[in-house]
């Protein structure tokens, strides 16, 4: 193909329809490496079938507005799934940048792709680093320094799938999920996958980009560690609303039901996607603003990919925990737990959310261990309101207590005789505190948000010791210490030092990720 300087509607059309191709030859490799947001499996399903919409809607026109327009009008009403929400809020924002260009240059596509980024960034509630999101900022960045006003569409996406597979393959070390599992993240390569289509169009290169093949890509653990979702059902809505009103207007009517939130208004169109407890109360309270056009709810729990939702591991009983952080959920999963539910940083589930979580479970024998004293109580009204015998509610007064009952217990057993035991080891003394981010204990400020770093230092330190203090220990000879997602590693240093310099008590650390503290500690 000729060198070309600018874009018109036809080979944009050919180059959308090798970036689908080049996409959906890898759709099943990207719904196997999926663990973020939700390790459902299908991050390729869903940008796959998001991408598809728009193609489908390609007529070839010579015009780059008219043929553009279209597609990604199909793609923001067939949006699925997270990445495909965020897929087509990007395309959005080239369009935007772009619309009423019959042609457009190298210059046009490298400032369209930077306001692109600002328009998906913007719809996520949460972003996270080493996503699609940071592929879109960081590919484009990379770019932009090394074009110029004679540099041809070949070279500009040359450097551009060039740069987007260095930001791709970063990923790895920007989530501690993704190097737990070996892989990249999904919906980063999927994003990497339509460009190199893309640049493929025009060389007229028919190779196949093939994640399976490729030597440069991790091999993935053959065992991935996938947590439990939450939030049980993936929800989405495309609303035509009546009155325009804000993103944040309706961002307060989600407060704390659900997260993976991406909401994004373009003209009278709503577009929402969101994990939740609750979808038909949300469609309710949506519906009041306007006509739903597209509405979507899946209920994750049913995937092939909690397929483990439905084995146990006892045989005559289940036993289900609530903790703080998918590091714990993992470790209590290890312990004996069919399945551990993370519970979401300052939410507070009420009975029946409760109920929707654990309801394939209430049909049997069930353990629960709550996460705190108000989960506990909701389990017990829950047992007490509906006379479920078969039922039981541990006692525990947080992670620390549940981790050494857990590891206490052995389950080889009957139901009745696990009660009986459970029963004596409520009663055994644990001691436990947390390290947060903010006045701790005697009012002591945590490190990292003191400005000075001797100063810091000295504070964690006489925290530590505190903590550490003999006279508190002795009545004690195991340690646990749960690090938080944010947890600094001098730190992490520093606390391990402390602990095993006492010869008296076997210390160990886990990586508990709970994002509410930075530590939590516990003896026993």
Request: proline share 2%; with cysteine.
């Amino acid at each position: 193909m000729r060198c070309r300087n600018a874009l018109d509607g036809e080979l944009m059309y050919k180059m959308l329809m090798s970036g689908f191709a080049n996409l959906s030859h890898n759709k099943n490799y990207l719904n196997e490496i999926n663990v973020f947001p939700v390790s459902d499996g299908d991050t390729g399903t869903n940008m796959k079938n998001t991408f598809g919409n728009g193609v489908s809607a390609l007529k070839g026109n010579l015009s780059f507005n008219d043929t553009f327009s279209e597609f990604v009008k199909s793609m923001l009403l067939g949006s699925r799934g997270n990445s495909g929400f965020i897929l087509s809020q990007y395309f959005l924002g080239i369009h935007e940048y772009t619309k009423e260009k019959n042609t457009v240059s190298v210059s046009d596509l490298s400032f369209a792709m930077q306001h692109a980024y600002q328009v998906a960034y913007k719809a996520v509630l949460n972003p996270v680093e080493g996503t699609m999101l940071t592929i879109m900022r960081e590919g484009i960045k990379r770019t932009s320094p090394k074009i110029s006003a004679d540099t041809s569409l070949k070279d500009f996406f040359d450097i551009l799938v060039s740069e987007m597979f260095l930001c791709v393959k970063e990923t790895f070390n920007q989530m501690e999920l993704l190097r737990d599992n070996n892989v990249l993240d999904s919906g980063a390569l999927g994003l990497y996958l339509i460009f190199d289509g893309i640049k493929k169009a025009l060389s007229d290169d028919l190779q196949y980009f093939d994640c399976e093949q490729n030597q440069t890509l991790p091999i993935r653990n053959e065992t991935l560690v996938k947590s439990i979702s939450f939030f049980r059902y993936c929800t989405q809505l495309v609303l035509r609303m009546n009155e325009v009103k804000s993103k944040d207007y309706f961002v307060n009517l989600l407060t704390n039901k659900g997260d993976s939130i991406v909401i994004a208004i373009n003209e009278n169109i709503l577009n929402l996607h969101i994990h939740t407890n609750q979808p038909q109360s949300i469609l309710d309270e949506f519906s009041k603003y306007g006509n739903i056009a597209v509405k979507k709810v899946d209920d994750l729990f049913m995937t092939e990919e909690f397929e483990r939702m439905h084995k146990r591991k006892h045989k005559g009983f289940a036993v289900i925990a609530f903790t703080d952080g998918e590091g714990s959920a993992a470790l209590l999963e290890q312990l004996g737990a069919d399945i551990a539910f993370t519970v979401p940083s300052g939410h507070s589930p009420d009975e029946d959310e409760l109920k929707l979580l654990v309801e394939k479970f209430l049909t049997e024998n069930l353990i629960i261990f709550p996460n705190d004293k108000e989960i506990q109580e909701r389990f017990r009204r829950i047992k007490w309101f509906t006379h479920l015998e078969n039922l039981y509610v541990v006692e525990t007064d947080g992670l620390p207590k549940t981790f050494f009952i857990l590891s206490s217990l052995i389950f080889a057993d009957e139901f009745n005789n696990i009660q009986k035991s459970l029963e004596k080891l409520k009663n055994q003394r644990v001691f436990q505190t947390r390290i947060t981010s903010a006045f701790l204990n005697n009012h002591v400020l945590y490190s990292g948000f003191l400005k000075n770093k001797e100063i810091s230092k000295y504070y964690f330190t006489e925290l530590l010791n505190e903590v550490a203090n003999k006279d508190i220990l002795r009545p004690f000879s195991t340690v646990v210490v749960f690090g938080g997602s944010q947890c600094r590693s001098d730190d992490v240093d520093s606390i391990c030092a402390h602990f095993e310099k006492n010869s008296s008590i076997e210390f160990t650390y886990y990586e508990g990720r709970q994002q509410d503290c930075d530590f939590i500690i516990g003896a026993y």
